[in-house]
Structures are given as structure tokens and as C-alpha cells.
């Protein structure tokens, strides 16, 4: 089902395309998806492939978009890239504002941390980030908005790696709701039943 947001719409895959709205017709609530082989889940680090990201780029954001025409870094849920310094291997990435997720709670820098922890380990999601093996050190909240990521090695194209990172709900995992890593700030929510 669509879910709600009061931030600007981000910009990203769809920015290409002008989508106009017909008053005079209905539109459904829900988009029910058929794939030819079975989907045994619906979060994004529990597996991979094409059929996965079909699905999960509905439910989830990611923080950028690039985009192949303009050879640019669109904003999504990140809004600033910035190298801390000349390593390349300390970073700050500023969040949208204002970006709610599917249960009502608001995107913030611990939503960020959190996921950057989740993706990386092998214990807790079954495909782990590959952009960021071998490379993360730590990451942390340095204000509402803002994380701080911290590289073992130098990363000078680190904002084209982290587009493709789809954000998770801290908030989902707190609250111990069924089936969390299904919880994201996409323009779907999942219909709430489980996979597999």
C-alpha cells in the first residue's frame, strides 16, 4: 500500500519520467506483484538478485541515485556527501528531513548507523553489503541528521558505492513488530504477511 510522507518527494529513478494524475479515475491501493520464480523474502540483505530489488525498491529507499544520463548523484534519502578530510576515509552523510517511515516513525541518523551495522554483518542478513566489506571501521550519529562513517581504507568514490544502500527502520527493530527488516521509508509498504 502507498505509504505517507510529509518530505518533498526525492528525486531518483523516477525523475526522468513526468507522471500526470487523472482526477476523473480510481486508482487501487495495492500493487500485487507476480514473479516466475519463488521470493523467499522481501528485506533487502536477506538475499539478492533482480527479483529482490524489484521488490525491495518499492518498499525501501536508497540514499542516492545515479543517474546514468547526467552522470550525477541525485538526492534520495541522503542529501550531502561530504569527505572529512584528505584520507578519504572519514565521511559525513546528511539525511533528509522530514522522511517518515511505514509505521509512523521519522528517518534520523541512528536509522543510518543501524543499517550501516545490519548490512555488514553476516549473522544478521544473509547477503552482506559488498561495497562496504573489508572497508567499514565504525559509523556514528553526530546529530539528528547526520552520520559520521568511518573507513579502514580510502574510499573517494564512496557516494556512487552508498547509492544503492536501502535504509531500514531502527525504529521496526525497537518495537519488535513482526517481520522488521520489512520496514522502510519506499513509497510501498508490505502487505504485512510473511515470505517463504
Not at 1 to 7: G, Y
Not at 94 to 100: A, Y
Amino acid at each position: 500500500k502507498p505509504s505517507q510522507s510529509t518530505a518533498p518527494a526525492p528525486s531518483g529513478a523516477g525523475s526522468q519520467v513526468t507522471v500526470e494524475k487523472d482526477e476523473t479515475k480510481k486508482y487501487k491501493e495495492e500493487v500485487v506483484l507476480a514473479y516466475a520464480s519463488d521470493v523467499f523474502t522481501a528485506e533487502p540483505g536477506q538475499d539478492s538478485g533482480t527479483q529482490y530489488d524489484l521488490l525491495t525498491n518499492m518498499t525501501f529507499r536508497r540514499l542516492g541515485f545515479y543517474n546514468q544520463i547526467s552522470g550525477e548523484i541525485e538526492d534520495v534519502l541522503a542529501v550531502k556527501w561530504e569527505q572529512m578530510d584528505d584520507t578519504a576515509k572519514v565521511w559525513q552523510i546528511t539525511l533528509r528531513e522530514g522522511v517518515k517511515d511505514h509505521i509512523g516513525g521519522t528517518l534520523g541518523a541512528d536509522d543510518l548507523v543501524f543499517t550501516f551495522e545490519r548490512i555488514i554483518d553476516g549473522t544478521q542478513v544473509k547477503a552482506p553489503n559488498s561495497v562496504l566489506a573489508g572497508v567499514y571501521e565504525s559509523s556514528k550519529a553526530v546529530d539528528d541528521l547526520t552520520v559520521e562513517l568511518v573507513l579502514n581504507k580510502p574510499v573517494f568514490d564512496l557516494p556512487f558505492l552508498l547509492c544503492g544502500v536501502k535504509v531500514y527502520s531502527k525504529d521496526a527493530f525497537d518495537q519488535k513488530i513482526e517481520n522488521p527488516g520489512y520496514i522502510s521509508y519506499g513509497p510501498y509498504k508490505w502487505g504485512g504477511q510473511e515470505i517463504g
